[in-house]
């Protein structure tokens, strides 16, 4: 058989990564794609955008990830809009990747002397119940679980609430069973050939990626209701050949006054930190020297605006 011919019937095909906010949906997909393309913090909700990120396997197939935000019940315009893109992309894709973290579930039943699962995570299989979609089960973060046996009754649990086509245990930060995730999912894909070509890793442009990487250096570096204050835009990324280094001009909008002196810090200094541990994340991506400004500025209640969101393509 000629290569040409094989490939055609490799599997291959869209994948969401969805689950409560701060799973590791984002942390997996970058660990997969072996590039950081989502943006991914300690806090809840760093995600906002749905983000394309592929990946080839020679002679196996091609997965397109999916990135979500996480699935959770708020008031907040903007975290309704950005539950609702989770939930609509669990009906675009060929196959779900829902995650959990087994760690805080363990702790929880333990907690609580009980079986059964947190009301957050009830929330998320209800959604995925409705709509009756294919998926698998990633029970994520077992780096953090030293027995392992503590994982059968939360996997039970699990899977007495939801009819899954496989469970796999893993660890987006250390890579355990990774491999057999991939296997897995590239099990349950069409064999339609690939869908990009091979070298392709984001449908995202290189300007919102730089956004991200500013906002997640922000909701990093602070804390309270800040994180979730924050919006980035990228209004310049110039490829300066001459001096060969890429120049970018982010701005980061607050919405109060007293945020702003927050994010700039005393004599500075917060923004330069961030400004700082943005770059070297720049220049991991770009492969290149970035020069970055950041400006910072009141943009009054963006998160319940319209035009605003739309305009980040948050709704
Ligand atoms: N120990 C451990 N931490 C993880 C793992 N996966 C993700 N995390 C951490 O969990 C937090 C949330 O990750 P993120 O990918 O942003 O979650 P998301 O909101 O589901 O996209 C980050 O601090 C990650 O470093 C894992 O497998 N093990
Ligand atoms: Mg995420």
């Known amino acids: 058989m000629t290569e040409s011919t094989s490939s055609e019937a490799l599997p291959s095909g869209f994948v969401a990564l969805v689950g409560k906010p701060n799973v590791g949906k984002s942390t997996l997909m970058n660990a997969i794609l072996e590039i950081k393309v ?4 300690s806090k809840p909700q760093t995600t906002r955008n749905r983000i394309l990120g592929v990946q080839t396997f020679r002679e196996k197939g091609q997965i397109c990830f999916v990135d979500t935000p996480g699935i959770h019940q708020s008031t907040r315009r903007l975290n309704r809009a950005m539950t609702d893109k989770a939930l609509r992309s669990l009906q675009e894709v060929d ?12 702790a929880w039943q333990q907690k609580g002397g009980r079986e059964g699962l947190p009301r957050e995570e009830e929330f998320v299989l209800d959604r995925l119940a409705e709509r009756d979609v294919d998926a698998v089960l990633a029970v994520n973060k077992i780096d953090l679980v030293d027995e392992k046996l503590e994982l059968l009754p939360l996997i039970e649990s699990l899977v007495d609430m939801y009819d899954y086509l496989d469970v796999v245990p893993v660890s987006a930060l250390t890579g355990e069973n990774q491999t057999t995730l991939v296997d897995v999912i590239l099990g349950h894909l069409p064999e339609q050939g690939l869908l990009f070509p091979e070298d392709t890793i984001t449908d995202k442009a290189e300007r919102f990626i730089a956004a991200e990487f500013v906002r997640e250096q922000v909701m990093e570096k602070t804390d309270r209701e800040i994180p979730y204050s924050v919006a ?56 290149k020297q970035v020069y970055l400004e950041t400006f910072v500025r009141v943009q009054p209640s963006w998160s319940e605006d319209p035009r605003f969101l739309q305009r980040l393509d948050y709704e």
């Open 232 to 287: 980035v835009e990228v209004e310049t990324l110039e490829d300066d050949e001459r001096r060969d280094l890429i120049d970018i001009r982010a701005v980061i909008h607050v919405e109060r006054e007293s945020q702003k002196g927050i994010v700039i810090g005393k004599g500075g200094r917060r923004l330069k930190e961030i400004g700082k541990a943005a770059r070297k994340e720049l220049e991991d991506f770009f492969g």
């Open 95 to 106: 196959l779900v990747c829902h995650l959990v973290d087994a760690p805080r579930i363990i």
């Open 38 to 41: 989502s943006a991914t913090t």
